[in-house]
Structure formats: C-alpha cells, structure tokens
C-alpha cells in the first residue's frame, strides 16, 4: 500500500532556532517528493522538488534531502522565524499512472514561539 | 504566485441545501483536481479532470459533483448538504503531465474553501 509517513505529529521551537522534519513513503513507483507549507486555513504552497537522482535542494533557509534507497526524506529549517509556524506536508508522486497520483503525508505541525 | 481562485474562502449553511463551490485558474493548465482535507488529515482526492468535458471520481468517495466545460473553471457542486460535508475543500491544478520533466506535474493549489453545514 502507498503511504507517506511524518513525524513528529507536532514540534514547538524557539524562534531562531534550527529543526529537521522526517518523511517516511512507500510509493511505488516513485517519481518525485516534495515539501508543502499549509498556513492554517491556505492552501498548500510548493517548498521544494526532488526527483529519484537529487538527494537534496534548497530553497532558502528550508532544506530538503532524499534517500531514495531507504524510502526517507527530511526537510530541514535554519534560523526558524515566526512565520514558519505552519503545517508541513510531505508529498510523493508516482510515475505509474498518466495523472501523476500525488500521496499525501498527513503534516508535521511547527509552531515557532518567540 | 499561483493563479488560482477558489470562492467562497468561508461558507456556513444548513442541512439540505444545494452548495456550488468556485475554482477557477488562469495558467492555462489542463488538469485540475479536488481534495478534501480535515483537520489534522491528511488531502484526499475526490475529484480530478485532465481537461474540458473530463471528470473523474478520486481515491475518497465523494458525494459532491464536478463539471469542466471551460479549461479554466472547475466547480464542485453538493446537491443537498449535511454536516458530514463539514470540512475543507481545495481546489489545484498542473500542467498535463509526465511528458514534461521539469513541471514535475507540480500541482498549484488555491486558498481552499471552508465549509460548515448545520
């Protein structure tokens, strides 16, 4: 069975400070993963992209790597700020089908506090 | 930014009406799809359309319908509204598909729309 698994469920960090999400799928075949940021009540928002050959993209303080040999992906947050409070969804795709079927982990939620 | 709408942001309203819910995207991208997401839960595909005239029912049973005569609209429609309706619903769309490595089929998602049904 498709899943994407995250952990932890939730984390609270101090402004400033630096946390790693984990992401854990068994989509197969695996065609891309990639990190959303929901704000509570928006739609998700496209952090990063990583197809099977790249093992790790940035896109400004936020981090993505991935090991497709064990199936993991972690998403990694430097020099935290406010506004990263949000929930962080971890989204595989598979290349068995024309529509791209995206799997949805069900979201770490950060809460940075000043 | 992504270009895609979704109307109302917010909707309460009672059991048994009939409910219409925008979305509507100006990249020209010719799939389009509807989740519905609790809190908490993860997205769950209800709807999805590869382009004009095309629908298509997703992984989560859905009482809701969808209809696509224009490429650049995708309304979700609920006959009759009970609370268990009662969640979020967003609207995405991505260019067609694998034929274009770099698009990643990377989907662009609206705002969403909360719904309340009393």
């Known amino acids: 069975k498709n899943q994407v698994e995250q952990s932890p469920q939730s984390l609270i960090i101090l402004e400033g400070k630096n946390c790693t999400l984990q992401?854990?799928?068994?989509?197969?075949?695996?065609?891309?993963l990639r990190w959303y940021k929901q704000d509570t009540g928006r739609g998700p928002v496209s952090l990063t992209i990583?197809?099977?050959?790249?093992n790790t993209k940035s896109n400004g303080r936020y981090t993505a790597t991935l090991d497709a040999d064990t199936k993991q992906s972690s998403l990694h947050i430097t020099a935290s700020q406010l506004s990263d409070s949000a929930s962080y969804i971890c989204?595989?795709?598979?290349?068995?089908?024309?529509?791209?079927?995206?799997?949805f982990g069900r979201g770490t939620q950060l809460t940075v506090w000043p | 930014e992504a270009d895609i709408y979704q109307t109302p942001r917010y909707l309460v309203i009672g059991t048994g009406k009939k409910i219409t819910l925008e979305c509507s995207q100006t990249?020209?991208?010719?799939?389009m799809y509807w989740y519905q997401q609790d809190p908490g839960m993860e997205l769950h595909l209800i709807h999805y359309?590869?382009?004009?005239?095309?629908?298509e029912k997703g992984d989560l049973s859905s009482e809701s319908t969808v209809s696509r005569i224009r490429t650049e609209h995708f309304p979700l429609t609920l006959e009759s509204a009970r609370p268990s309706h009662t969640s979020q619903y967003l609207c995405?769309?991505?260019?067609?598909?694998?034929?274009?490595?770099?698009?990643?089929?990377?989907?662009?998602f609206g705002p969403g729309t909360r719904l309340t049904v009393l």
């Open positions: 995405a769309s991505s260019e067609q598909g694998l034929t274009a490595p770099k698009s990643y089929n990377e989907q662009f």
């Open positions: 992401c854990n799928y068994t989509v197969s075949p695996f065609s891309n």
């Open positions: 990583m197809t099977f050959s790249e």
């Open positions: 989204v595989v795709s598979d290349r068995g089908s024309t529509l791209g079927r995206l799997y």
């Open positions: 990249m020209g991208h010719d799939k």
């Open positions: 359309s590869y382009g004009v005239n095309s629908t």
